[in-house]
């Protein structure tokens, strides 16, 4: 086994004993907290998806039709969205290309969905996928083979979201992300075992 330093000096094998111990405690710590959380949101009160619902409410663009996010014909007002719109995406719209203008809130009622052979970018503040909605990244069995990002940004200074609960995703319907298989940091390795005469 190696030495491990700290501030350029060897730690003994207690003291990196100790130090393993402690980060295994805290990713325990960690995974309970995500559990509870997960809980917690699994058990949202109909205010509290109200008030999500009415924070992605007034949308200053909406989709009339399948198509892609980056495609006028898709949107009404003929344009894409941009800058501090409100988007409502009530068809199926899917992400193609690298869109690093935020948006302030994405209502999702239809489905946003991605290539999993391509690049994407997309900047919000806020993202809801409402009761009827789904958020689908990679498809299938099959993950994602390209960089693939969902950038959340404080776009407003914290203005459009007054309670200061929302800002990122939000998940009261579907979500399906699947990304790209990748080899573990840390793997497994098996040891036969010798038998000791004696």
Not at 67 to 76: I, K, L, P, S, V
């Amino acid at each position: 086994m190696g030495l491990v330093f700290c501030c350029g000096q060897p730690l003994s094998a207690q003291q990196h004993k100790t130090g393993l111990e402690e980060i295994i405690m805290r990713m325990l710590f960690l995974l309970i907290i995500v559990g509870i959380s997960s809980a917690a949101m699994a058990d949202l009160k109909s205010d509290e998806v109200a008030y999500y619902q009415n924070l992605a409410d007034s949308p200053t663009i909406v989709s009339i039709q399948d198509g892609d996010w980056g495609d006028t014909a898709a949107w009404d007002p003929g344009r894409t969205p941009g800058y501090g719109d409100r988007v409502l995406v009530a068809h199926q719209v899917r992400l193609n290309g690298i869109h690093t203008d935020p948006v302030a809130t994405i209502d999702i009622t239809g489905e946003i969905y991605t290539n999993r052979k391509q690049k994407i970018e997309l900047h919000f503040d806020t993202m809801l996928v409402n009761e009827t909605g789904t958020l689908r990244m990679g498809d299938g069995n099959k993950g994602i083979t390209q960089k693939q990002r969902l950038v959340v940004h404080d776009i407003d200074g914290g203005a459009l979201d007054e309670l200061s609960r929302a800002q990122g995703i939000i998940n009261i319907g579907t979500v399906h992300l699947r990304g790209k298989r990748v080899k573990p940091y840390l793997g497994q390795r098996s040891a036969a075992l010798t038998p000791v005469s004696g």
